[in-house]
């Protein structure tokens, strides 16, 4: 979809409301084929709500088995995964991928089986790799470069997933590389903004500024709404890092602006939760504290627990910032709750490191540092420079309670834990503390930031 085409639509967009208004009662067929023709429009643009209830719409007015369903089909099942209404969008996407293969066309059907791993991020890497896969295969037989582009992308997702960032970053510039010779104008600043991403969690900071400034200004060239303030979001952090504290916090400011304004509560808590990390940096914690709050409580409510694992030792560390220190070890507890249920332990080395930090004469201590450590070693888990004085910290108050020859053998001990061990053997030191989340959260949509 190119620039001149995407302005061209919004100048028009109130005529196009007033055509689809009309068009809903007494032709049901032109609806559904003007809206599956805007799908990609509206999610550009960041129109979500809107474009949900219009597909959502044709979805049920126009049942024929036909090319016209299946654009409504791809584009209701794009606009649900943006509202995080998950399930509902790997039910839309999976009759897409029936009707592209009842319809013979391979594109389509390589096409609806991408944005189904998109929807199913949340399952896993493993569930990732094997649609990107298929997806792959099929775009390549159809010789579609857009398409086979969005499955260099959905590979480089199922590598990041796993913390393979080096992989992960070749495949997303392999995928702007294709996305640029299709002349595709959303693709390809995205597929360079994941690059950014996993530069910055390599800590090569240099290349994930270029990375990210190159995204950024694509992406508002093109109007793209979120991935814009998703950009917004990562240089915010990186900005963090390189103690740029004013720039960070201006950046991640906007970014939770324009996500909250999207109705978009995934990457909404996800934008809290950079904002409040921010803040805290730059010595306001009170302000941080409903920010990180607000995320924890929105990845209970979808029921992500690798997000809510993430959030709550954010907010952890808020409250022992502020000194609410029974607070801080609720908060952990109920992260170790969230972390026991989740496909990624990203999350769990910050966890471990925290509680070993708070309770630092405990035998058990030392032990959750060796946990910890070999957790970030497995899921190539950085220590950004922003959290690098508080993990020195922690790991200074457990070694000064030790006697060194002891600290050494636990911290062994600790590193031959396997993950659940590791959980197990933190939840003691938490034992008084009553969990806010007991019951494990909402069962309901599962997309990860």
């Not at 620039?3 to 028009?12: C, F, H, N």
């Not at 010779?181 to 903004?193: F, K, S």
């Not at 390599?202 to 093109?222: G, I, K, P």
């Not at 990457?267 to 939760?273: D, I, L, Q, T, V």
Request: proline share 3%; charged share 25%; net charge negative.
């Amino acid at each position: 979809m190119a620039l001149e085409w995407l302005d061209q639509l919004e100048a028009e967009h109130d005529n196009l409301r007033a055509a689809l208004d009309w068009s809903g009662d007494t032709a049901p067929a032109d609806y559904a084929r003007l809206a599956g023709a805007l799908w990609g429009f509206w999610d550009t643009r960041g129109h979500f709500t809107e474009g949900w209830a219009r597909l959502e719409r044709a979805l049920t007015s126009h049942q024929a088995r036909d090319d016209t369903r299946f654009n409504v089909l791809i584009g209701a099942g794009v606009l649900a995964y943006r509202l995080d209404y998950t399930e509902r969008s790997d039910d839309i996407l999976g009759e897409a991928i029936t009707l592209a293969r009842t319809l013979g066309n391979a594109r389509s059907e390589a096409e609806a089986t991408l944005f189904q791993a998109y929807d199913r991020s949340w399952q896993g890497a493993d569930a990732v790799e094997t649609l990107a896969l298929r997806g792959q295969a099929l775009a390549q037989s159809a010789g579609d470069l857009p398409i086979e582009g969005l499955a260099l992308l959905m590979l480089g997702r199922a590598a990041r997933l796993r913390g393979q960032y080096a992989k992960a970053r070749i495949l997303f510039l392999d995928s702007a590389r294709l996305y640029g010779n299709a002349r595709c104008v959303v693709g390809t600043p995205l597929a360079i903004q994941y690059a950014g991403a996993c530069a910055l969690d390599q800590l090569d900071f240099t290349a994930a500024r270029r990375l990210l400034d190159d995204a950024l200004v694509q992406h508002r060239r093109f109007g793209n709404v979120h991935d814009a303030a998703t950009t917004l979001g990562l240089l915010g952090k990186l900005a963090l890092n390189e103690h740029r504290l004013d720039e960070a916090r201006t950046q991640s400011a906007e970014s939770l602006r324009v996500f909250r304004a999207l109705h978009d509560l995934n990457c909404g808590a996800h934008a809290a939760e950079i904002h409040a990390t921010v803040l805290c940096a730059m010595g306001e914690a009170a302000a941080a504290l409903p920010h990180a709050e607000s995320a924890a409580t929105t990845y209970r409510e979808l029921g992500f627990p690798h997000s809510l694992a993430h959030a709550l030792c954010t907010l952890g560390r808020v409250h022992a910032t502020l000194g609410g220190l029974e607070a801080a070890r609720r908060a952990l507890f109920d992260g170790l709750i969230a972390q026991q249920r989740a496909d990624r332990d990203i999350a769990l080395p910050g966890l471990l490191e925290a509680i070993a930090g708070m309770h630092p004469d405990a035998p058990v201590a030392p032990q959750l540092l060796g946990s910890a450590a070999v957790l970030r070693e497995q899921w190539n888990v950085p220590v950004f420079p922003v959290e690098r004085a508080e993990y020195e910290r922690w790991h200074a108050a457990v070694r000064a309670k030790h006697a060194p020859v002891d600290f050494d053998r636990v911290v062994a001990a600790g590193r031959a834990l396997t993950r659940d061990d590791a959980i197990q053997s933190a939840l003691p030191l938490l034992q008084d503390v009553e969990s806010a989340d007991e019951s494990g959260g909402s069962a309901g949509s599962k997309r990860p930031p």
